[in-house]
């Protein structure tokens, strides 16, 4: 079964830095670009002031099969939508705009 909320930016943020673990799927799709992967680290970090969302993913690919490093308040204006996976459920924040 697979939820969908809407929600805005700052709202999906804080949704990924409450409910997503280690390991959890996650599907991001931003401004033209899609990268699905396992995450291996989500950490709230602040620095001279600013805050920051940072994921550690590693990418699902037949071709590319990599790790990367996405900040998601540094890219919150282009979110389109993030699928956040687990093995109970699916769920889909459909971002708005403010």
């Given at each position: 079964?697979?939820?969908?909320?809407?929600?805005?930016?700052?709202?999906?943020?804080?949704?990924?830095?409450?409910?997503?673990?280690?390991?959890?799927?996650?599907?991001?799709?931003y401004?033209?670009?899609?990268?699905?992967?396992?995450?291996?680290?989500?950490?709230?970090?602040?620095?001279?002031?600013?805050?920051?969302?940072r994921?550690?993913?590693?990418?699902?690919?037949?071709?590319?099969?990599?790790t990367?490093?996405?900040?998601?308040?540094?890219?919150?204006?282009?979110?389109?939508?993030?699928?956040?996976?687990?093995?109970?459920?699916?769920?889909?924040?459909?971002?708005?705009?403010?």
């Amino acid at each position: 079964m697979e939820k969908e909320i809407n929600l805005n930016a700052e709202a999906a943020i804080e949704y990924v830095k409450s409910n997503v673990k280690n390991y959890d799927v996650l599907e991001i799709s931003y401004n033209r670009v899609f990268v699905p992967g396992e995450v291996l680290d989500v950490s709230a970090v602040e620095t001279n002031g600013i805050k920051s969302l940072r994921l550690l993913i590693k990418m699902n690919g037949k071709t590319i099969k990599q790790t990367v490093e996405m900040d998601l308040v540094e890219m919150k204006d282009d979110l389109v939508e993030i699928r956040h996976i687990t093995d109970e459920e699916s769920t889909v924040l459909v971002i708005e705009e403010d």
